[in-house]
């Protein structure tokens, strides 16, 4: 399991250290798509369910409206610099800490 601390996100990233993350928090569960109009950088995404599971991950370029979505409908999705998913052995089914389940099910 992994622990991390969201952020929020700002529009025109231009860089992003791996100890920050964009958070989002969505209002409900529902397949939810990114893009990245304001993003300087690439980025991979992580939709994740209720629990902090991952339910799949997507890498996205910069200052693209291409649509990156969820597989499955979720609640959170965390973005981060293109590849740390993978560079830290992350995959869909892997459970992200700090996710407040019960407050997702309010």
């Not at 991390?4 to 958070?23: C, N, Q």
């Not at 798509?33 to 995404?45: F, Y």
């Not at 389940?101 to 309010?106: E, G, L, M, Q, V």
């Amino acid at each position: 399991m992994t622990d991390l601390k969201p952020s929020a996100r700002r529009p025109y990233i231009a860089s992003l250290d791996t100890v920050k993350i964009a958070a989002n928090i969505f209002d409900g569960k529902s397949v939810h798509c990114m893009w990245m109009r304001n993003t300087l950088i690439p980025l991979s995404v992580a939709f994740l369910d209720d629990e902090g599971r991952i339910v799949n991950i997507e890498d996205m370029k910069p200052q693209t409206e291409d649509s990156h979505c969820a597989r499955a409908p979720v609640r959170y999705a965390l973005e981060m610099t293109q590849g740390w998913f993978a560079q830290r052995g992350l995959k869909p089914g892997a459970v992200i800490g700090g996710i407040n389940a019960s407050a997702a099910k309010k």
